[in-house]
């Protein structure tokens, strides 16, 4: 079989060069001996003959195209660009000449060219969802998260079940604030399965700041009863939990407590962490605790500084409340 697709590429080749030699100025042989030179691993030769058949017939957007795809291989992104960009001028609606284009751009390191290039991806009537989420990642890269979120949800309404997009998303939602958002898409993150300790956090945070006291406490529950917890996870869990609907979470679970006595234990060094440490045991009711993590927090700073005057207020107000 081997010997008979030889023969049968040596036929093919022979009558390319026939036909060159028959019309120099006719492009389509010098592309049909690019593709035999692609079957050969012959790249350098491929482009030799794609290019002439793009000088010959410089309206063909597929040559175009080929040898944009052909110097991404070669890692040659400019010349890429180059080419493209070339495909996209004579096929405007192609999706694929678009997104390598796109693709070409940003690994030449032209952002904002890149950019442009994604949103007229997106603008074409067959962009899926991949499309729109490759524009999202270069925006988050960019900072843009309000324009990323819109093409996120955008992929979403073209693949609905895709679980990286709905990650990403998410993400999106908790760095713009969106505690709303990003609570519907932990929620259907828990519910195709990866309740990972990591996610449950995040649901119980995200359910405490969209108002949900209730939610944000079943999620701290179950964060609490998930198996494995290292020592610092469960500080980081004591530490987190210090807000409005702390004093709740206490009379849940006793694994907070564990959590807040080993946060009593380790909070020796940073003055942040005793200062949520004392928010966390005024919410108990613990004045007399507070007031002394405020004032461990206070020996941390400079006498007389602005941040030792405000920890030794605190450190005050927690006093006079154990006397009232």
Excluded at 76 to 104: N, Q
Excluded at 121 to 150: K, N, P, S, W, Y
Excluded at 236 to 248: D, F, H, K, N, Q
Excluded at 297 to 313: I, M, N, Q, V
């Amino acid at each position: 079989m081997i010997e008979l697709d030889l023969e049968l590429r040596d036929e093919a080749l022979a009558s390319f060069d026939a036909a060159v030699l028959a019309d120099p100025a006719y492009a389509a042989p010098h592309f049909n001996r690019g593709m035999l030179a692609l079957e050969t691993q012959d790249v350098d030769r491929a482009v030799e003959e794609f290019s002439t058949a793009a000088t010959l017939d410089p309206g063909d957007a597929d040559v175009c195209r080929v040898l944009g795809e052909l110097h991404a291989h070669l890692d040659s992104f400019e010349e890429a660009a180059r080419w493209y960009g070339r495909a996209v001028e004579r096929r405007p609606e192609d999706v694929v000449c678009w997104r390598g284009l796109a693709s070409a751009r940003e690994r030449a390191g032209h952002v904002y060219e890149a950019l442009e290039a994604w949103e007229a991806v997106c603008a074409q009537q067959d962009a899926g969802a991949a499309e729109f989420a490759d524009h999202a990642r270069l925006l988050i890269a960019c900072g843009d998260l309000e324009r990323a979120a819109t093409q996120l949800r955008e992929a979403l309404a073209r693949a609905s079940d895709d679980d990286p997009i709905v990650a990403s998303l998410a993400q999106v939602a908790e760095d713009r604030g969106e505690s709303n958002e990003a609570l519907e898409m932990l929620r259907r993150l828990d519910a195709a399965g990866a309740s990972t300790p990591d996610l449950l956090r995040r649901l119980s945070e995200q359910a405490e700041l969209a108002g949900d006291a209730d939610a944000a406490r079943e999620y701290f529950a179950r964060l609490v009863d998930h198996g494995g917890r290292s020592d610092a996870a469960e500080r980081a869990i004591a530490l987190r939990r210090v807000s409005s609907t702390v004093a709740g979470i206490v009379d849940l679970d006793d694994g907070y407590e564990t959590a807040l006595a080993r946060v009593a234990r380790t909070a020796g060094n940073d003055a942040g962490d005793l200062l949520l440490l004392a928010r966390a045991e005024a919410a108990r009711g613990d004045h007399a605790a507070a007031a002394a993590a405020c004032e461990r927090a206070a020996e941390l700073f400079d006498s007389g500084s602005t941040a030792a005057a405000t920890c030794e207020k605190r450190a005050h107000e927690y006093r006079l409340a154990i006397e009232r």
